[in-house]
């Protein structure tokens, strides 16, 4: 693809060009025509023009305002719904709740009934952590989720306990999804090229009978806490928060590294002291 817009650092703009990478990402998605899809970050419409040749009808959410220009001239608007705005702040699950009872959103349908989204996008490198986390929230309200991200990223959030990668964004996710890596994608994939390798993760939300947190919160709390210093024991992490008889009635050693301690056991511990 000829670009045609200048990349914006700030925006952490990557636009992928490479024709045979776009088909492999295509074919992993899978799109379906009836599918209520959004794509976060079209950029210049590389992936944008493929999907929709697959369903009736795609919204997006692209914060560069050049770049929504380009893609009104490029699409007609029943086809691409553009959404001009923050991913971060941006509110997916209205786009799966339906406008009233006689229309359903996206298009394509007339039962009023709310629809799950499935969720595609090239990740801003910068953003891309937060943006998961916001995205989480969401996560009873969508199918499934397909980015592209920087493989360092990846890596991390469908890592195993036990290895140096494995984190507070292992956890987090890995409570909320079941991921794996679908694909690399090199740094020539794009214009301009990045200085990391990219990676495309498949993500899809466990079923509510698989969170069994009682208070995500302080899970969450909990385990950014575990993580605060790594290279110390639990014992010394969550000292003041957590006794070592609780963390052996929860299954971990009182010695053990953050690292160590699988999603379950965090799970187990956190509805062991409750909300603090």
């Known amino acids: 693809m000829q670009r045609t817009h200048t990349p914006r650092k700030r925006f952490g703009q990557h636009f992928l060009t490479d024709a045979g990478v776009i088909d492999a ?39 560069d305002r050049d770049v929504i220009a ?14 001009q705005g923050d991913a971060l702040s941006f509110d997916f699950g209205n786009l799966a709740a339906p406008d009233d009872a006689s229309e359903t959103v996206g298009g394509g349908g ?16 910068n953003i891309s ?6 995205l989480a929230q969401f996560a009873e309200r969508i199918i499934d989720c ?15 306990p036990g290895r140096k990668d494995f984190g507070r964004l292992s956890v987090m996710l890995q409570y909320r999804f079941e991921m794996e890596l679908v ?9 301009p090229p990045p200085k990391v390798d990219s990676a495309v993760v498949r993500m899809v939300p466990k079923p509510a009978c698989a969170r069994n947190a009682h208070d995500e919160k302080s899970l969450g709390e909990l385990v950014t806490q575990a993580f605060g210093q790594r290279r110390k024991t639990l014992r010394n992490t969550l000292k003041g928060r ?35």
């Open 25 to 63: 990402i295509v074919a992993a998605i899978h799109p379906q025509q009836d599918d209520l899809m959004v794509e976060i970050g079209p950029g210049l419409g590389a992936l944008t023009g493929p999907v929709l040749q697959k369903l009736r009808h795609l919204h997006a959410v692209e914060i």
């Open 70 to 83: 380009r893609l009104h001239k490029r699409f007609v608007p029943e086809r691409l719904t553009i959404h």
């Open 110 to 125: 007339s039962s009023g009934m709310a629809r799950n989204l499935r969720v595609i996008g090239n990740l801003p490198y």
């Open 129 to 134: 952590t937060p943006l998961l986390f916001h």
């Open 146 to 160: 397909h980015f592209m991200l920087q493989k360092e990223v990846v890596e991390r959030m469908v890592s195993a």
């Open 183 to 191: 694909l690399d994608v090199p740094p020539e994939a794009f214009d």
């Open 242 to 276: 957590v006794t070592d008889a609780q963390l052996q009635a929860a299954g971990i050693d009182p010695g053990a590294r953050a690292e160590e301690i699988d999603v379950a056991r965090y799970v187990a511990l956190a509805n062991l002291i409750g909300p603090t």
